[in-house]
């Protein structure tokens, strides 16, 4: 059986993790590593069970603490060229990925990893580069898209093949517009290359995804620009208006900044 947990989804850090039996795969290290240690055993999991480390881009709160999970696990690091680049560029990531930890990922090529087969796709971000992560183990497709300025054909086609959806939403257009932010920065969130509002969320679920999906979390929520209730409230509309019921036809979720979601069994 497939299991997820995400043990922080928002500026401050954004980490999850996919795992089987005999398998385990975590997708951005913006979490420390004492912290996962302690979100590990409250689980009743051991860092061990990680054997393959997944990075969307290179902004500090995916990647800040990559090189020492990296480093203390002997994980390999996937990403692209350009992502590893911008690591080793990152004053934030004080422990650079070893070398020969370091393994190169091509959007639309599959990938298989243990249990896992893993295809990355383009997501446009203001990163050196950013891709999302399309998932199967055990039967069943898992789908990442954090970070998203906009969605694109590409991102689409897979989230119509996904069961199971974490999708950005990260801002309600008005609370970002009427507050403290400097325009550039309100300018740069609201780009095509800056992240989901949470409208935008609605829509791209709403608007292609299949029959199949079966349960989707909204992610890396803004601190100062939404709030939770708000999130699951406007996508939980943007759904009913295309005739879709949230806890009905699809179970909807919001992924906590700062605190472990819990395990879900995806089946």
């Given at each position: 059986?497939?299991?997820?947990?995400?043990?922080?989804?928002?500026?401050?850090?954004?980490?999850?993790?996919?795992?089987?039996?005999?398998d385990?795969?975590?997708?951005?290290?913006?979490?420390g590593?004492?912290?996962?240690?302690?979100?590990?055993?409250?689980?009743?999991?051991?860092?061990?069970?990680?054997?393959?480390?997944?990075?969307?881009?290179?902004?500090?709160?995916?990647?800040?603490?990559?090189?020492?999970?990296?480093?203390?696990?002997?994980?390999?690091?996937?990403a692209?060229?350009?992502?590893?680049?911008?690591?080793?560029?990152?004053?934030?990531?004080?422990?650079?990925?070893?070398?020969?930890?370091?393994?190169?990922?091509i959007?639309?090529?599959?990938?298989?990893?243990?249990?896992?087969?893993?295809?990355?796709?383009?997501?446009?971000?203001?990163?050196?580069?950013?891709?999302?992560?399309?998932?199967?183990?055990?039967?069943?497709?898992?789908?990442?898209?954090?970070?998203?300025?906009?969605?694109?054909?590409?991102?689409?086609?897979?989230?119509?093949?996904?069961?199971?959806?974490v999708?950005?939403?990260?801002?309600?257009?008005?609370?970002?517009?009427?507050?403290?932010?400097?325009?550039?920065?309100?300018?740069?969130?609201?780009?095509?290359?800056?992240?989901?509002?949470?409208?935008?969320c609605?829509?791209?679920?709403?608007?292609?995804?299949?029959?199949?999906?079966?349960?989707?979390?909204?992610?890396?929520l803004?601190?100062?620009?939404?709030?939770?209730?708000?999130?699951?409230?406007?996508?939980?509309?943007?759904?009913?208006?295309?005739?879709?019921?949230?806890?009905?036809?699809?179970?909807?979720?919001?992924?906590?900044?700062?605190?472990?979601?819990?395990?879900?069994?995806?089946?």
């Open positions: 059986m497939l299991r997820f947990i995400s043990f922080g989804s928002g500026s401050s850090g954004n980490c999850y993790f996919l795992y089987t039996d005999s385990g795969l975590m997708i951005d290290a913006g979490v590593v004492r912290t996962l240690k302690k979100h590990f055993r409250d689980y009743g999991l051991n860092l061990t069970q990680v054997h393959h480390l997944l990075i969307t881009h290179d902004h500090a709160d995916h990647i800040k603490c990559v090189g020492s999970i990296s480093h203390d696990l002997h994980l390999p690091v996937y692209t060229e350009e992502v590893h680049q911008g690591i080793d560029r990152n004053y934030c990531v004080t422990r650079k990925v070893d070398p020969i930890d370091r393994h190169f990922v959007a639309g090529e599959t990938i298989s990893m243990g249990d896992f087969i893993m295809t990355p796709f383009s997501v446009p971000h203001d990163s050196s580069d950013n891709v999302g992560y399309m998932i199967e183990a055990d039967g069943v497709s898992f789908c990442i898209i954090t970070d998203a300025g906009r969605i694109t054909e590409e991102m689409a086609q897979y989230i119509s093949k996904a069961n199971y959806l999708i950005e939403a990260n801002h309600d257009r008005e609370m970002l517009m009427a507050g403290p932010y400097p325009a550039h920065l309100k300018e740069r969130i609201s780009s095509g290359t800056g992240h989901l509002s949470n409208n935008a609605g829509e791209a679920i709403a608007q292609h995804m299949s029959e199949d999906l079966r349960h989707v979390w909204l992610c890396h803004s601190e100062e620009n939404n709030h939770p209730e708000l999130a699951r409230k406007t996508v939980e509309a943007t759904l009913r208006s295309y005739g879709i019921i949230a806890g009905k036809d699809i179970q909807l979720d919001v992924l906590k900044r700062t605190v472990p979601t819990g395990i879900f069994e995806l089946v």
